[in-house]
């Protein structure tokens, strides 16, 4: 079984990107998704960036995580 995790991205270095994954924070290609941009949610797989999301639609699947207590709460 495959899972891609949405992350937002928060800094980017030519085709390398760090982002958020659920307040930890990751590196991850954008040879993929070339035209992802600084705040963009992107879905992380096996270290790239392989679609940018929809904000609303990232922010819904991450909900689902936590409830599925796939991912810890944050304070």
Do not use: N, W
């Not at 800094?11 to 991850?28: F, L, P, Q, S």
């Not at 949610?41 to 999301?53: E, S």
């Amino acid at each position: 079984m495959c899972l891609a995790v949405p992350a937002k991205i928060v800094r980017i270095d030519d085709t390398i990107a760090e982002v958020d994954m659920a307040g930890t924070t990751v590196r991850a290609s954008l040879v993929m998704v070339p035209d992802a941009k600084l705040g963009d949610y992107v879905l992380l797989h096996t270290g790239f960036a392989i679609q940018v999301l929809d904000e609303h639609e990232a922010l819904e699947t991450l909900e689902l995580f936590k409830e599925m207590e796939m991912i810890p709460e944050t304070t």
